[in-house]
């Protein structure tokens, strides 16, 4: 309770900064009131609760697996190691994890059901950060937080990244022209992170990182084309719009695979 009103401070933050930041250095014209956007207050308000569960699994089961699996020679190292350094190694061993469960909801017909929310956004600002199915934040959430727990980080150390990833969130979404020059294939970009919700073809299932662009480079799923950007948003197959029905939807193209691949049962 107390950590999603903290959340919601740090959003009012958000919105104080990134608000005139779109308008001063907008990436596309596009109007603060624009589609989509009762939907994302849907995604604002009450997909926290429901992510909350989820993540309550996630930490429970990594902390039995660090009490029970992880040699205490491992914890202790972990343990020792003073805030910073804990920190950076918070950050690039959850990007490590958000970076292969996001491939992996992209490869996953099953798991693209769920990711497809997400991509379902056509008018790309900080907000639309939100815009993510509960399952899906679960999953992220799961791939980056349970190496992180199980093996014993600090939680002020946890907290902080969780801080700069959903800072780093909000910015990659951001309508505006920012590609950090030389340092674009080390940290992800609003330019890295518009290429990657583009409905492109050469742009489809690239640039999976949260925070660095290298690990896209390392496994090579970078698309970076210099001094071009995105031209159109989306999925190439209809989405709802509205909040439950995009809830409902993996459950439903769930069922429709189900019966197109199974006609004779009812
Ligand atoms: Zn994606
Ligand atoms: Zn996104």
Request: no cysteine.
């Amino acid at each position: 309770m107390h950590e999603l009103l903290k959340q919601y401070q740090l959003l009012l933050l958000a919105l104080l900064i990134f608000l005139p930041l779109e308008q001063l250095f907008s990436a596309r014209p596009q109007k603060i009131f624009r589609r989509g956007l009762l939907t994302d207050m849907g995604f604002l308000f009450l997909n926290g609760w429901l992510v909350l569960i989820g993540v309550i699994v996630v930490v429970a089961v990594a902390t039995l697996v660090n009490q029970l699996i992880v040699p205490s020679a491992v914890k202790q190292a972990v343990a020792d190691l003073p805030y910073l350094v804990q920190v950076l190694l918070a950050l690039l061993i959850g990007d490590l994890g958000v970076y292969w469960t996001h491939r992996i909801l992209h490869s996953v017909p099953a798991m693209w059901q769920i990711h497809s929310v997400h991509h379902a956004v056509e008018e790309l600002d900080w907000l639309a950060a939100v815009h993510q199915h509960p399952l899906d934040v679960i999953f992220m959430k799961a791939g980056s937080l349970f190496p992180l727990f199980a093996l014993g980080f600090s939680l002020e150390a946890i907290g902080t990244y969780i801080l700069i990833y959903s800072w780093q969130a909000w910015l990659a979404h951001a309508n505006v022209r920012l590609g950090y020059g030389p340092l674009r294939h080390v940290l992800v970009s609003p330019e890295f992170h518009h290429w990657h919700h583009s409905s492109e073809q050469e742009a489809r299932d690239k640039n999976f990182a949260g925070l660095f662009s290298f690990y896209d480079v390392l496994f090579g799923s970078i698309h970076l084309p210099k001094g071009q950007k995105p031209k159109t948003f989306g999925v190439d197959h209809p989405m709802p719009s509205g909040y439950l029905a995009l809830l409902a939807y993996p459950f439903m193209a769930w069922a429709a695979t189900r019966k197109r691949d199974n006609p004779s049962s009812t």
